[in-house]
């Protein structure tokens, strides 16, 4: 139920407006950088007045429309655009055009940086997040040619915003980290705040949720009285499922956003205090506040309120008014197909088919269900996609640094060769011998270097092959963890209830029938259905693994699996969660190979844990194969690929009609 409602950008674009303003605030000294000059003339032309509903408005157009061309114009025209940004989004970008062209004719470096805080922001927000980073790459190539640091540091904050809404997280978490630096260096506590409930947010993002309290909590320590900070640790503490916290630090963000007037913020606290609620069946709070989310997210467009309608149709579900619960879910499927928001269409269809099962329409339940299937298979590849293209852009980005470097050695090279060649007019045959050895070294440094610059690039090459293997892994168990939920606590669940309702139908509670033979068949059809589904959502990821660690479940596993036995050696320590998953997916795959091609009739499992390592063995007395020889498959070829990813070996020992024998050994780090 928790993982419904992705609301975490929401406020991630909350958050991101209100560190733009704070980083790129204009100073209240600006001055006119420089007086009216005839070269600027043309740029100024008497614009036509249009009264608006605002005074503060109407006097700011007014004044542009007769000021000469020069900062104070400028600063008119961020004034405006500002005034614009919540009203009238195309008014708001072409007054931050203006700006940008006035800042960068006048060489107004202030201006510079303001703007392209202001636009990126507005860019953002409409989704164009690589129009936002091209504007501030500008400002950023501005900020280091005049080594301003305060500025380069906000900038950075800002790009590591953009690529967070783009989900681009570890290069958005690499910016945090610069723009971090420069802060600390100069002890700026407010930037520093800032940006530590962004790294909150980003942190639950991809599910660290120990970090993201971690941040959380820092941010409120540095300001008990930013709102956004308190909602941003609220949030991670409810997804670590410490709703006691949770709810402490929502009623305080609640409060602060009340005495600050600030109506979207409110909005977002109703939102999730109702969404926590409805976790823990508390049904009058969350109906409470989910009604009073509603009726202020109205007001901030469908692209808002809509997460409100999902969060009320699986509200009605669980009060068991099905009616009404479609309503909501059908009305926020409309709106989540028009902004082109796949995961809660997703989650729509997910609870419209659930909804079809327990009125008994079952066809719909069919189309709901392909329909779901479909949009998982599209944001899969979205997933893919975007994260491929995070890694090439970097590996991209890094190789052309290398490239640039070596090319300036080279240019110094040759840049001394020339000024030596020179003086080598004057000094005849003698400096021409210094010449010649000059030039000897200056290759050899240069392909020094370059053989340095392929070396790195090697292993840049490597590392990425690394990072791409260990992040496949974590989105596999990932999936594998929710569709094992889904499977036993959706499908499941209906099974269930559909296995009680028959033995009312043989009472005659429903119907009456007088083949009695036919419904006992499908009876026991269904506890095979539900037997098979509780095995599948257990070999996906097995409660045990998670509760008791590899050990446990691997001795479940193999008294499962026929002709399998376990031996354990070693200590009894926990393992990393992720390791964990690896070595019983390792051994869960090696022996299904075992059973399927083999047809071993013994299976030897056996697990030693040390205190710097953990081995597994598997063997089986089947007819093998020739290891040297024959291709030994993908998934034997994927098992390498994640050892290697830990720095592990993975050796394979086989003959014909010798059996096999698979050997996985892993290094622990203390």
């Keep these: 139920m928790k993982n419904c409602f992705t609301f975490n950008n929401y406020l991630c674009l909350v958050c991101i407006l209100f560190v733009f303003l704070g980083c790129n605030s204009p100073k209240k000294d600006i001055g006119n950088i420089s007086p009216r000059n005839p070269v600027f003339d043309s740029l100024w032309t008497a614009t036509e007045f249009e009264t608006t509903d605002n005074e503060q408005l109407d006097s700011l157009l007014h004044l542009a429309a007769i000021s000469p061309v020069d900062s104070n114009l400028a600063k008119l025209y961020f004034e405006i655009a500002e005034m614009y940004e919540d009203n009238d989004f195309e ?27 202001g636009f990126s922001n507005l860019l953002v927000r409409e989704g164009l997040t690589d129009s936002a980073l091209v504007v501030l790459q500008k400002a950023y190539e501005l900020a280091v040619r005049e080594n301003s640091e305060a500025n380069k540091a906000n900038i950075i904050f800002s790009k590591g915003n953009a690529y967070f809404m ?17 802060y600390e260096k100069r002890v700026d506590n407010k930037k520093i705040q800032q940006l530590y409930y962004m790294m909150a947010q980003l942190y639950q993002s991809i599910f660290a949720v120990d970090k993201a309290i971690e941040y959380g909590q820092k941010s409120v320590l540095l300001n008990h009285e930013d709102p956004f900070a308190r909602l941003a640790l609220a949030m991670a503490y409810s997804s670590a499922h410490q709703y006691g916290k949770a709810k402490e630090y929502y009623e305080d963000a609640l409060q602060l956003s009340v005495s600050q007037n600030n109506t979207y913020l409110m ?32 007001e901030f467009g469908q692209a808002v ?37 796949p995961k809660e269409k997703r989650t729509c269809y997910m609870i419209l088919s659930e909804l079809a099962v327990a009125q008994h329409k079952y066809h719909e339940t069919i189309q709901y269900w392909e329909a779901s299937n479909l949009l998982e298979i599209d944001i899969a590849k979205e997933m893919a996609l975007r994260a491929a293209e995070e890694m090439e852009t970097q590996y991209v980005t890094e190789k052309n640094e290398l490239t640039i470097k070596v090319l300036r050695e080279e240019k110094r090279l040759y840049s001394w060769i020339i000024i030596a060649g020179g003086v080598g007019l004057f000094l005849a045959l003698a400096v021409f011998f210094f010449l010649w050895r000059l030039n000897v070294q200056g290759k050899r440094v240069a392909e020094q270097q370059k053989l340095l610059a392929e070396q790195q690039l090697k292993q840049a090459e490597q590392e990425q092959q690394i990072f791409a293997a260990q992040a496949a892994l974590d989105a596999e168990n990932a999936e594998r963890s929710r569709l094992a939920k889904d499977l036993h606590d959706g499908l499941g669940s209906m099974l269930s209830l559909i296995k009680i309702t028959l033995p009312k139908m043989e009472s005659g509670e429903i119907t009456k029938t007088e083949d009695l033979e036919q419904f006992n068949k499908a009876l026991g059809m269904l506890d095979n259905s539900i037997d098979e589904l509780r095995r599948v959502a257990h070999h996906m990821m097995p409660e045990s693994l998670l509760r008791y660690g590899v050990k446990a479940s691997l001795n479940d596993f193999c008294c499962a699996t026929p002709n399998a036995i376990f031996h354990y050696f070693g200590n009894e320590q926990r393992l990393d969660s992720k390791l964990e998953i690896l070595i019983y997916r390792a051994a869960h795959e090696l ?6 091609h083999s047809k071993a009739s013994q299976i030897s499992v056996q697990l030693v844990q040390e205190d710097d390592r953990i081995s597994l063995t598997v063997y089986d007395n089947g007819k093998g194969f020739d290891s040297a020889a024959t291709f030994t498959g993908m998934g ?13 070996k993975m ?18 780090e203390n």
């Design 636 to 648: 034997l070829d994927n098992i390498r690929k994640r050892v290697e990813a830990y720095n592990g």
């Design 591 to 596: 022996i299904n190979n075992a059973l399927k």
């Design 305 to 341: 309120y809509f997460t409100d309608l999902i969060l009320l149709s699986k509200l009605e579900q669980v009060k068991g008014d099905y009616v009404k619960s479609e309503e909501y879910a059908k009305e926020a499927l409309q709106i989540a197909t028009e902004i082109n928001a």
């Design 166 to 182: 783009k989900e681009w997280y570890k290069t958005a978490l690499s910016c945090y980290m610069d723009a971090l630096s420069i």
């Design 91 to 117: 008014q708001a970008k072409n007054y931050y055009s203006k700006f940008g062209n006035l800042s960068y004719e006048l060489s107004w470096s202030e201006g510079i940086y303001l703007h392209a805080g």
């Design 651 to 668: 050796a394979i020992s086989s003959s014909p009609e010798h059996g096999t024998e698979v050997n996985l050994e892993i290094s622990i």
């Design 267 to 298: 909005g977002l606290c109703f939102f999730h205090i109702a969404n926590d609620a409805l976790f823990t069946f508390d049904l009058k709070r969350a109906e409470k506040y989910a009604l009073q989310s509603m009726e202020i997210n109205q």
